[in-house]
């Protein structure tokens, strides 16, 4: 492979079509830097297996380049995709239980075979914080019981937030150039902040949410983490279609055609922000980095506006825990249903495996949440249509939407949350909390892009649209990482203080 250092998804694709490198070499790249800094050095723990067929997989796409040339950019490119969504491959699809050890999907997520229509390498599976993070009100974020706890690579004690901390992790230590997260709630922006990587949640319906161990369908989607906000815009090219398998993807033809990528360069001059001040509260140094930005975001030929009111998102935090609870269970015996091959059948077995095998499964913390969703009904309740329709009233039509109409808004702006916590198993995460719970109740896109550090800690920049407003999101993203560069490479530091 022709030597990069850090390389992006877009440097890959550069090579590869410059014949500079091959699918195959690029591949064994990645595979050896995962032995090395994944499984021994610094053990981050971020990769639960690689896919065995990878490096086969690229030596077809190298073929396949040569006889008829490339599909498009992500052609040979690998990618990491979160322990949640099926490949319909030799990997397991375990949402880190052991409960769901050896469960092999019978076919790819649509997601997934969204990325291979696109020619790019699945090179394997990450960790994650178990079941998404939606066991127990006192887990410590990327802890599973089958891959162990993931470790921050900015300092090995600090928490690489969850759930998708595999994936934000192992994009920021270069193990791939991209990986695949899913979020219900912060659960790609924060890892993605906290690791100083790219985090892009898209409005829930752009993505297919088949083959992927739902949450909260309601709030629940996939979406990219990445190096750049150009390569999260390949990427979604990439994944976002209609699947007739789920049908709240039809969003996706009410704005289209889709071209996240050549939608970056509207950059942003003349853009309205709004500046969500609460979260500018999360800790001193990430408000430092805050204003940093506003001032950047002026110089580009923005306009900063205040008065930026979300704070009936705290209002309504325990609606959405009843929503959750509501969806958690139809969803898990929902697919669980669809995938008989799984070693338990409903959310019932799971809980009883986890108390059977408690030494294993719940050495820190326990599954209260699993517990208390056993005890719900269905969706069609009147508790739980309430406490959805009071959610969405708080944050959407009252919160978001107010906001961008009556400050005419193009979007809103604030730190992601402050520098990573150190890891707790034993008391649990100790999150400052941040800009994601608006976003992922209303169902909005959100992005978080590397804009500072706190001692030597990334700080994240969260921008946040209305629905369908993904293209535009990213192309503010875009172009103030393009002013900043405020991302760098991790030091694998035991702890910074």
Known sequence: ??????????????????????AEAIAEHYLERIERLDRSGPRLRSVLEVNPDALASARDLDDERRLRGARGPLHGVPVLVKANIDTGDQMTTTAGSLALAGHRARRDAFVIAQLRRAGAVILGKTNLSE???FRSTRSAGGWSSEGGQTRNPHALDRSPCGSSSGSGVAVAADLAPAAIGTETDGSITCPAAVNGVVGFKPTVGLLSRSGIIPVAPSQDTAGPMTKTVEDAALLMDALVGVDPGDAVTSVVRERGP????????????????????????VHERAAEVGEAALETLRELGAEIVEGVDLSGVNEVRDDELTVLLYEVRVGIDAYLAEHPEAPVRTLEEVVDFNR?????????FRQELFERALHGGGVEETAYREARARSLRAVRDEGIDRALRALRLDALVAPTTGPAWMTDAIAGDRSPGGMWPAAAIAGYPHVSVPAGNAFGLPIGLSFVAGALDDEKVLAFA???ERATRARFAPSFAERVV
């Open 1 to 22: 492979m022709a030597v990069l250092v850090d390389p992006t998804v877009t440097d890959l694709a550069t090579l590869l079509e410059r014949g500079e490198t091959t």
């Open 131 to 133: 079941w998404a993070n």
């Open 258 to 281: 889709w071209d996240f990528r050549g939608a970056l360069e509207r950059g942003v001059r003349g853009a309205r922000f709004g500046v969500v001040r609460s979260a500018f509260d």
């Open 356 to 364: 059977v095998h408690a030494e294993r499964t719940m050495p820190y």
């Open 478 to 480: 875009h172009a103030f």
